[in-house]
């Protein structure tokens, strides 16, 4: 997942990163020792409602606000599963489908007005068990239960009651069989077979643990009033505003104590096994654009950030395969590259008519050229998709060996000649949906629309708020979308899933794509251990969607950045996108 995430210290309100003043008494000093986390919201947030949110935005506060059984560990590469808010990973019990969680004793709940007294108590498993049911019932989660359905015993049928009974239903009536109570601190899950996925959606944060305090107390609005027991509690919310969040002090979590060989080196492990987090406030600004976002970074307003393409060009030049900060901005900030977890593309609306026809997004992508879309629009920071997934997760096709269409205009013309537009006559004008209306937006769509007009395709597009756009992408409304996804979690099936036919809307399979044959390979790949025998079916996977031709890939992005060089704990983690708690500065 792409992140801008800043940080500085607040010296004073008038202040720029590093700089000093003098201390007139011993009460300014020690409000001008705060540090002070200054990070950037690109978009307005959908929810802060954990089972009701599954976009970045969302994810960037729910994140630090809540916490999951599970996560990634911040230094290890490949990502490693890791304990929160256990005490150690699962145990696997006798039956091998069985594992016993322990949890931590003494972690607390956020400070709130839903418990007695406004003061958080320990959480406990019945916490875990009340979650589950949650995130179980089809009445509050639509967006992420596929994540774990078919996954854990007795919760598909939770949820198929939970969707019969509608408001009526109660939790209080009904359990998940497979999660069962032993006491305060342990519990067990029955998992339908072994398989390697099961402890992924623990590390979810839609998955995070809450109290029935806050749900009962707040209802619609706890979607504004998170209560978790987060490193970071809610201060003040403002979704086209500043958002602010403060340190939560009872926060259970450490710095890691392991890494890399090379991380030694870098001074990462510098703050192992200290109490996080290290800093005292994150400020969260809603800032759209990106020039606006470089221009305080340039100033020492924030710790690191994204760069367009404009900003590209101007400060990096490339050193053989290698990016490289020029040498009047390599004095004051570092560069940094990592590959990212996320393919970007084009979803196509499958319920549209004209679109159904599959000889017209064949001709869509025969008509795009990929690669320089990738060098104009970002300036090579990526590279060309050969299917849907990421190079940096096992089933791509560095293993399945599948390629992606490659341009070919008369080809494309011949698609739509064969569809009844020759020339595109006929073709009605597609609309792009994309969800901001900023300057990267527009340029991108421009790209695509010279493109596309090769062939007399011709493409408007409709530039509007995050939340707008979720909202008619989620319900399948749409001809065409700029869209794009972020690993759940570092398997290929997260990506697979999207096109699985009883995924459709509101799913996350908003094309409406549906194929007998592709949805019998997923459910036969789905609990497989990775391996040539999984990367064959794979493979056929790849052809079926290279021919169908549902979604029209762009790019495996790279994410490249800058950061001030007094960032200290700072590596990119694209399975924990917004580690706050870990970031610390230089005194």
């Known amino acids: 997942m792409l992140a801008r995430i800043n940080i500085i210290l607040a010296i004073s309100l008038t202040c720029l990163l590093g700089a000093c003043i003098k201390k007139k008494s011993s009460e300014t000093a020690a409000a001008d020792s705060v540090k002070i986390f200054y990070h950037l919201r690109e978009a307005e947030e959908k929810s802060l409602d954990p089972m009701k949110q599954f976009d970045e935005v969302s994810h960037q506060l729910v994140s630090n606000l809540y916490d999951?059984?599970?996560?990634?560990?911040?230094?290890?590469?490949?990502?490693?599963?890791?304990?929160?808010?256990?005490?150690?990973?699962?145990?696997?019990?006798?039956?091998?489908?069985?594992?016993?969680?322990?949890l931590k004793k003494g972690v607390?709940?956020?400070?709130?007005?839903?418990?007695?007294?406004?003061?958080?108590?320990?959480?406990?498993?019945?916490?875990?068990?009340?979650?589950?049911?949650?995130?179980?019932?089809?009445?509050?989660?639509?967006?992420?239960?596929?994540?774990?359905?078919?996954?854990?015993?007795?919760?598909?049928?939770?949820?198929?009651?939970?969707?019969?009974?509608?408001?009526?239903f109660s939790y209080d009536k009904h359990e998940?069989?497979?999660?069962?109570?032993?006491?305060?601190?342990t519990f067990t899950i029955t998992f339908v077979q072994d398989s390697p996925l099961n402890f992924h959606p623990l590390a979810f944060n839609g998955l995070a643990i809450l109290p029935r305090e806050a749900v009962e107390k707040y209802g619609d609005d706890l979607d504004?009033?998170?209560?978790?027991?987060?490193?970071?509690?809610?201060?003040?919310?403002?979704?086209?505003?500043?958002?602010?969040?403060?340190r939560n002090p009872n926060y259970h979590g450490t710095y890691p104590t392991e890494g890399m060989p090379e991380d030694k080196a870098a001074g990462l492990l510098e703050a192992a096994g200290k109490k996080v987090p290290f800093v005292d406030e994150v400020h969260l600004p809603l800032i759209v654009e990106t020039q606006p976002q470089m221009l305080k970074f340039k100033r020492g307003q924030l710790a690191y950030v994204g760069m367009n393409r404009d900003d590209f060009e101007v400060m990096v030049d490339r050193n053989g395969q290698d990016f490289v900060l020029k040498p009047e901005f390599a004095k004051d900030f570092d560069l940094y590259t990592v590959d990212g977890l996320r393919n970007q593309f084009i979803r196509i609306g499958l319920r549209d008519p004209v679109l159904s026809k599959k000889a017209v997004r064949q001709a869509l992508v025969l008509a795009l050229d990929t690669q320089g879309y990738i060098n104009l629009m970002f300036n090579g920071r990526g590279s060309a998709p050969e299917s849907l997934?990421?190079?940096?997760?096992?089933?791509?096709?560095?293993?399945?060996?599948?390629?992606?269409?490659?341009a070919d205009i008369e080809a494309a013309k011949k698609k739509l000649a064969e569809a009844g537009y020759p020339n595109g006559k006929g073709l009605p004008t597609f609309v792009i949906e994309y969800r901001s209306t900023n300057k990267d937006q527009r340029q991108r769509f421009e790209y695509l629309r010279n493109e596309w007009a090769k062939i007399g395709v011709k493409v408007e597009a409709n530039f509007q708020s995050f939340s707008n756009f979720l909202k008619k992408t989620d319900e399948g409304n749409y001809q065409l979308?700029?869209?794009?996804?972020?690993?759940?979690?570092?398997?290929?099936?997260?990506?697979?899933?999207?096109?699985?036919?009883?995924?459709?809307?509101?799913?996350?399979?908003?094309?409406?794509?549906?194929?007998?044959?592709?949805?019998?390979?997923?459910?036969?790949?789905?609990?497989?251990?990775?391996?040539?025998?999984?990367?064959?079916?794979?493979?056929?996977?790849?052809?079926?969607?290279?021919?169908?031709?549902?979604?029209?890939?762009?790019?495996?992005?790279?994410?490249?950045?800058?950061?001030?060089?007094?960032?200290?704990?700072?590596?990119r983690n694209m399975m924990v996108p917004f580690p706050y708690k870990y970031y610390d500065l230089a005194p």
């Open 389 to 406: 997934i990421p190079y940096d997760i096992q089933g791509s096709a560095r293993e399945t060996g599948s390629t992606w269409h490659k």
């Open 481 to 571: 979308a700029d869209a794009g996804w972020n690993a759940d979690y570092p398997d290929a099936e997260n990506f697979y899933s999207l096109l699985y036919g009883k995924n459709v809307a509101p799913g996350p399979n908003t094309g409406h794509f549906v194929n007998a044959r592709y949805d019998e390979l997923y459910l036969k790949s789905r609990h497989m251990k990775d391996g040539p025998e999984r990367w064959k079916i794979f493979a056929e996977m790849d052809a079926i969607l290279k021919d169908e031709v549902p979604l029209i890939l762009l790019i495996n992005n790279a994410v490249v950045g800058m950061k001030q060089k007094s960032v200290r704990n700072f590596k």
């Open 176 to 185: 998940i069989s497979g999660v069962k109570k032993k006491d305060d601190y």
């Open 224 to 246: 504004k009033n998170p209560v978790g027991t987060g490193p970071f509690v809610m201060k003040t919310y403002s979704r086209r505003g500043t958002t602010i969040l403060v």
């Open 108 to 168: 607390r709940f956020h400070d709130n007005a839903c418990f007695p007294g406004g003061k958080g108590r320990e959480m406990k498993a019945d916490d875990v068990i009340y979650s589950f049911k949650r995130f179980a019932d089809a009445n509050v989660n639509r967006l992420t239960y596929i994540l774990i359905q078919g996954l854990v015993v007795g919760m598909d049928e939770f949820r198929a009651l939970s969707s019969k009974e509608g408001n009526k």
């Open 68 to 102: 999951s059984l599970l996560s990634y560990h911040y230094l290890k590469r490949p990502y490693e599963l890791v304990p929160n808010l256990l005490t150690h990973m699962p145990e696997k019990q006798a039956d091998g489908r069985t594992y016993l969680f322990t």
